[in-house]
């Protein structure tokens, strides 16, 4: 099983920053891609942005020139630095890895999300 926890999220206002990192444990033998995820009240679920383990990163357009994400492998851990964050910023925010179990099967998991929230 693997398991991902994630930390960082909170209270901040409009113009602020946030760090939010989600660390990987359990039976993995690698990981492909770390992604953050969002979903707002009433919303759907929309990626934010995303990594992969050949170093090739992406973003929503909403956040691109704000939010950086990077990861470091040998921790198995992925981080999402916010800057100049906005009211429409606010979402709970998850953590999404895939990858290869010890064994050999694959898999894709979910963090518990965290709240984000930008006061205007």
């Known amino acids: 099983q693997v398991q991902l926890v994630e930390s960082g999220g909170g209270l901040v206002q409009a113009g602020g920053s946030l760090r939010l990192s989600c660390a990987a444990s359990?039976?993995?033998?690698?990981?492909?891609?770390m992604a953050w995820h969002r979903q707002a009240p009433g919303k759907q679920r929309e990626l934010v942005a995303y990594?992969?383990?050949?170093?090739?990163?992406n973003y929503a357009n909403s956040v691109k020139g704000r939010f950086a994400i990077s990861r470091d492998n040998a921790r198995n851990t992925v981080y999402l630095q916010m800057n100049s964050l906005k009211p429409e910023d606010t979402a709970v925010y998850y953590c999404?890895?895939?990858?290869?179990?010890?064994?050999?099967?694959?898999?894709?998991?979910w963090g518990q999300g965290l709240q984000v929230t930008v006061s205007s």
């Open positions: 990594s992969t383990s050949n170093g090739n990163t």
């Open positions: 359990g039976s993995i033998r690698s990981i492909n891609t």
């Open positions: 999404n890895a895939d990858g290869w179990y010890r064994g050999g099967s694959y898999f894709s998991n």
